[in-house]
């Protein structure tokens, strides 16, 4: 009856607690009982969790999502040339991405960078990469360059570089 009456004290904290802050996670409501009623309460942490588990109080973390490429630009786009090609040797058909890295993570931040990558299709090789803290254009064409650096001086390569929804080519300096 002990562990009942416990339970019950605690789901009470927690009601109070919750009624000014939602958002109160439960760690620092472990935090906040602890330093409310120290050694007089005979509960300990793992209890406490316990309690916060069975009766599904906890707090979903908000998380940071990144912003990822807008598709839906209604920009000019060029037609798919790779739709049915298939390619039967290196340097003829480069694709290219942009995905973001979570690099650190914790209950109140989530921080990540863009890696931006060119991959031949044929060796499924990265050509070329680079890593940035945003989507600008800067970091795409970074890769392009070290990708480009690898064929430089080569010719009669006919080569497609693929990368979804381009609304339009980046002006390259060499």
Not at 10 to 31: A, N, S, T
Not at 78 to 94: E, R
Request: hydrophobic share 40%.
């Amino acid at each position: 009856m002990a562990k009942v009456a416990q339970e019950d004290f605690v789901l009470q904290f927690i009601k109070e607690i919750r009624e000014v802050d939602r958002g109160i996670g439960g760690m620092k409501l472990w935090l906040m009982y602890q330093r409310k009623f120290g050694m007089n309460e005979p509960i300990g942490r793992d209890r406490f969790e316990d309690i916060v588990d069975k009766y599904g109080l906890k707090v979903r973390m908000k998380v940071r999502k990144p912003k990822t490429t807008d598709s839906t630009h209604g920009l000019p786009v060029y037609p798919n040339l790779i739709k049915d090609f298939i390619p039967t040797a290196p340097n003829q058909l480069w694709v290219s991405d942009i995905t973001y890295i979570t690099v650190w993570f914790d209950e109140y931040v989530n921080i990540f960078c863009y890696l931006s990558l060119i991959l031949d299709a044929y060796t499924e090789e990265i050509v070329g990469w680079s890593v940035g803290d945003t989507l600008e254009k800067t970091y795409p064409i970074e890769a392009l360059k070290m990708a480009l650096k690898r064929i430089e001086g080569n010719t009669g390569i006919n080569l497609i570089h693929h990368s979804d929804r381009c609304p339009s080519p980046p002006k390259i300096e060499q």
